[in-house]
């Protein structure tokens, strides 16, 4: 019973929020994060449900170009490849559910953001938006 009240405290611990600044406005998540390789390898592996306004933010310190895939992921994602200043790179919206297709990201991003498929769509988010969170230069 220890052990999972520690690895519960544990996991929250590592949660913080993210806002990224559209044209209409600031949308706010609540983000997990994957900084270590075996917790970007699992990433929302074998998840059922991502609530809205939750997601995972992916650090590749030092900005790098990077794939996604969605192997073993069985809930559609929009993946927010983003560069070290903050500025979106690029969107893949609505992956496909468990493919191995890779989703390059585009060119050097400093993180990778997912989040449930059809956030970007339904919050206006686009390429060229401001996300702020201290993963980020002058953040």
């Known amino acids: 019973m220890l052990v999972l009240a520690a690895g519960a405290a544990a996991q929250a611990a590592d949660e913080s ?18 900084r270590t390789n075996e917790e970007r390898q699992k990433g929302l592996m074998f998840r059922k ?4 306004g939750r997601g995972m933010l992916f650090d590749f310190k030092p900005d790098q170009d990077v794939s996604m895939w969605m ?12 560069n070290g200043d903050g500025t979106i790179r690029r969107i893949a919206e609505n992956t496909e559910p468990l493919s191995e297709r890779t989703i390059p990201s585009g060119g050097p991003v400093r993180g990778v ?8 769509k339904k919050l206006g988010i686009k390429a060229g938006d401001k996300v702020a969170h201290p993963l980020f230069s002058g953040q």
């Open 71 to 82: 192997r073993n992921t069985y809930i559609p994602l929009d993946m927010l490849f983003i």
């Open 17 to 34: 929020m993210l806002e990224i600044v559209t044209k209409d406005g600031v949308h706010v998540f609540t983000i997990e994060m994957a």
């Open 113 to 120: 953001l997912e989040v449930i498929g059809g956030t970007a």
């Open 49 to 52: 449900e991502l609530p809205e």
